[in-house]
Structure formats: structure tokens, C-alpha cells
């Protein structure tokens, strides 16, 4: 059983959005606005139970949403949202130790931000939630809506979700207080306890109006695009070994100088994936001073950038390199070059080999250009 569970708000009408449906089945980009906040919960480090306050006439809608996610509960919502969080914390298992509460509103909320919160009530026992600097002057206002003081910035928080706290104590605060309050931190402070900030993200905002709406819409829209990268590899014959080259043994060729099995090819479409993700290169990834990498083979390489993609939440979509050399003759082995590195890269590689008709270190036979170009895209995201 986890440890941690996420109350989901989701019962709010939305009226100010304009579509006649609550706000966290209000459509974004093509999926209810909920759908995208569970998207957050399930990149978390360690699985919470998950418990969504939906309307009541949404229930079996959330349901569906949640249905592969091992443990989840739906449960209706109150007439205020004091009222959905003490619903979703009766659903709440009782082996958990550590409740967050979040606003499926704030649907682009990185999982991140949500382990950041975790950590925090975890390491301290007290309450915690995201928050980000003010950055503009605030005035306070009299009544008639002249300028009374200009209050200061530095001490104030732009407070987000999810908020966490010990589940104990969370459920005290609730029990001990009457009075309404706009979130979980003011119940949490009013019956005394104490709450910390810990940094939020600007992705965490609350969508509230048509504009809210179309800045998520254009964040997803830029999150979605695939990207291209590009990587050159140049290695000269010389090494000690045979010749490694496209993942494959080239027996009788003489093998490629390098710290590791100078796979030129490998090393290319390492370094075009890193490139179309913003990851750096395999010089900065896989160094040279690395004792690990003396005379790692190819596979380690790409097997890394892979993972180093998967964790940067893009996956490849297909990879095509130009091999430059005099030799090996690389025609008759090309199918086979192109099934390994696919199986590694998992996604198809395609492999093409030239010459350079005698000009340069190629052409006189010195050593071997691979250049390779990848198209990545966002890694496709799952609720099971």
C-alpha cells in the first residue's frame, strides 16, 4: 500500500470558462482538463492513491478516467470545497500517512512539483505548498479605491497545488474548524499548525478564464511538437581492437581509435537524439575522464541517451544516418546493422553509406564520418 495519497478536486462548476460543463471536464486540448492533472499524478516517483472529488453528475465520467489506476476513488462533491476535501478524505486509505490536495484546475502542474511537496511533509512532519514570488507591486486599496500603502512584495507568496500535510493532523484542522477558508494551508494554520513554501512552478497556474485556458492549450501545443536533432561523429582507424562499427564485429577490418570502441555510427545517433532533446551531447553525458566508458561498446551509449530521453519525457520516432568511409564495405551488412541499432533505439534507424571519391581523411582511407539526424516527440503518457 502507498504511503501517499492525492485528493483531486474537481467539482468546481467552471461558470466563467463558458461551456456548460464543469470546469475540469472543460475540454484542453482535445481532453477533459482532469484527464491532464492525472497525466501529472502518474509521472510522480512513487504511485499515490488517488481519490477525485467529481460533481455528481460526473461521477461515472471520473470513473473511467481513474479505472486503471490500482486503488483510485471517486466520490461526489459538497456545496463548498472545504466540503469536496472532507468528502475526498473520507476515501482516503487508511494506511496513508501523507495527503496531498490538488486542484485538477491547475492542470499542467509538473509531477515534480508534486514529489517537491511530498518530500517536504515528509521530511519536516509539518504542512507544505508551492508558492512563487510576487512579482508585481502590490497597492492596498480603502474603500473608495484610492492607493492606501504599497505593501511589500518580498514577504508575500503567489500560493499554488497541491498542498500537502500530514494526514493526522489534516484531519484534526478539519474537524477543529468551522469557518470557510479559501484553501488547505488557511484550515491547516487556523487550528494552529504550521505551514512551510516550498517552490512552486509557473505551469501550476489555475485555469479560471477563456485566457487561462488558451495559454494551456498553446503550452500543450508547444509540448506536444516533435523536435529534430543532429550529431557528427569522426573517429580514425588505429585502434586496438577490430572494427566495431553500426553495433556490428567487422572481423579483418582494422578497428576505429577512441577512449571507448569508436563506433561512429552509434556515437552519431547518440548525439543527434541528446541534440533533439536538449540533453547536451555524449562528450558532456558519457566523458571521456569516465573510467566506466573505456572501451564501452556502442550499446552502452545508446541504451544511456534513450534512458536520458525517457526521463526527459521524449521518446524516438525514427533516426537516419550517413555513413563516409572507404571501407568496410557496408552494403551487403546493412539490413542487419539497421535491426540492432533499431532494437536498441527502439524506433526504426536507417543506415546509408558513401564515399567521398578520394577527398580528404576519408577518401584516403584515415578514418570514418557518421552523421545521423533523430525526430523525437513526447513520450506517450499512460494511466496504468
Excluded at 296 to 321: D, K, M, Q, R, Y
Aim: glycine fraction near 10%; charged fraction near 15%.
Amino acid at each position: 500500500m502507498t504511503s501517499v495519497a492525492v485528493i483531486l478536486v474537481a467539482a468546481g462548476a467552471g461558470s466563467r470558462l463558458g461551456f456548460g460543463v464543469p470546469k475540469a471536464f472543460v475540454p484542453l486540448a482535445g481532453r477533459p482538463m482532469l484527464a491532464h492533472a492525472l497525466d501529472s499524478l502518474r509521472g510522480m516517483r512513487s504511485a499515490p492513491q488517488v481519490v477525485v472529488v467529481a460533481p455528481a453528475t460526473h461521477l461515472d465520467a471520473s470513473r473511467a478516467m481513474v479505472a486503471h489506476l490500482a486503488g483510485a476513488a471517486v466520490v461526489a462533491g459538497g456545496a463548498s470545497r472545504q466540503q469536496s476535501v472532507l468528502a475526498g478524505l473520507a476515501a482516503v486509505d487508511p494506511d496513508v500517512r501523507t495527503i496531498l490536495v490538488h486542484d485538477a484546475a491547475r492542470a499542467l502542474t509538473p509531477s515534480s512539483q508534486l514529489d517537491r511537496v511530498v518530500a517536504a511533509v515528509e521530511s519536516s512532519g509539518r504542512g507544505a505548498v508551492p508558492g512563487m514570488p510576487v512579482a508585481d507591486t502590490i497597492k492596498r486599496v480603502d474603500a473608495a479605491g484610492a492607493i492606501a500603502e504599497t505593501v511589500d512584495r518580498a514577504a508575500l507568496a503567489a500560493v499554488q497545488t497541491p498542498q500537502g500535510f500530514p494526514r493526522a493532523e489534516l484531519e484534526a484542522a478539519y474537524a477543529s474548524v468551522a469557518e470557510e477558508h479559501t484553501d488547505d494551508a488557511a484550515v491547516y494554520a487556523a487550528a494552529g499548525l504550521p505551514v512551510d513554501v516550498v517552490p512552486g512552478s509557473p505551469l501550476a497556474f489555475k485555469v479560471t478564464t477563456a485566457n487561462d485556458l488558451r495559454r494551456a492549450e498553446l503550452l500543450l501545443a508547444a509540448e506536444a511538437a516533435p523536435r529534430t536533432g543532429i550529431g557528427i561523429d569522426v573517429h580514425a582507424f588505429g585502434g586496438d581492437g577490430p572494427l566495431r562499427l553500426a553495433l556490428l564485429d567487422w572481423p579483418g577490418e582494422q578497428g576505429l581509435a577512441g577512449h571507448s570502441d569508436g563506433d561512429a555510427v552509434a556515437h552519431a545517433v547518440c548525439d543527434a537524439l541528446l541534440s533533439a532533446a536538449g540533453q547536451g551531447d555524449i562528450g558532456g553525458r558519457f566523458g571521456t575522464d569516465d573510467p566506466r566508458y573505456a572501451g564501452a561498446s556502442g550499446t552502452v551509449f545508446l541504451e544511456g541517451a534513450v534512458a536520458i530521453l525517457a526521463e526527459a519525457g521524449w521518446e524516438p520516432v525514427n533516426v537516419a544516418v550517413q555513413l563516409v568511409g572507404n571501407r568496410p564495405r557496408f552494403a551487403a551488412r546493412r539490413e542487419e546493422a539497421q535491426a540492432a541499432l533499431t532494437a536498441v533505439v527502439g524506433a526504426p534507424v536507417s543506415v546509408s553509406a558513401t564515399t567521398t571519391d578520394g577527398l580528404g581523411f576519408t577518401g584516403r582511407g584515415e578514418g570514418i564520418t557518421a552523421v545521423a539526424t533523430a525526430l523525437i516527440r513526447p513520450a506517450v503518457r499512460s494511466l496504468s
